[in-house]
């Protein structure tokens, strides 16, 4: 995470806000009906703009997200994914963009097993 994103994401003021905002979502994600697990700002945060509340604050510039969502949401710009003619995967420009993308799957992965574990009888 960038620095100055670092101080804003740990403030007392923003946790307080995006938990209400997933509880008001019923942490269901925005974009496909999954478990939502990030509070996602439409318009990113950058060092112009996260002293304005009207951005960081403002409900109708968040979204609830899953993992996966997020991931293409914040993939989009810089990774260029290439399909060959069966429809697989043929190459993916941008290495350190996959590895975050292979690290955030198994992070779900070991969040849904421990989910699996509680659910069961
Ligand atoms: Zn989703
Ligand atoms: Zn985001």
Redesign the pocket.
Same mark, same amino acid.
């Given at each position: 995470m960038k620095e100055y994103a670092r101080t804003f994401y740990k403030g007392k003021k923003w946790r307080e806000c995006s938990a209400a905002y997933m509880a008001s979502k019923q942490y269901v +994600?925005e974009? +496909?009906g999954?478990v939502a697990v990030i509070c996602h700002h439409r318009r990113h945060i950058t060092p112009a703009n996260i002293t304005d509340p009207n951005i960081t604050y403002n409900w109708g510039n968040l979204e609830a997200? +899953?993992q996966? +969502?997020h991931n293409k949401e914040h993939m989009q710009k810089n990774t260029k994914i290439i399909f060959d003619d069966a429809g697989q995967v043929e190459k993916v420009k941008d290495g350190a963009q996959v590895r975050d993308f292979k690290q955030a799957c198994n992070h779900i992965d070991a969040l849904l097993s421990k989910f699996d574990r509680v659910e069961s009888p």
């Open positions: +994600c974009r +496909c999954g997200l +899953c996966d +969502c």
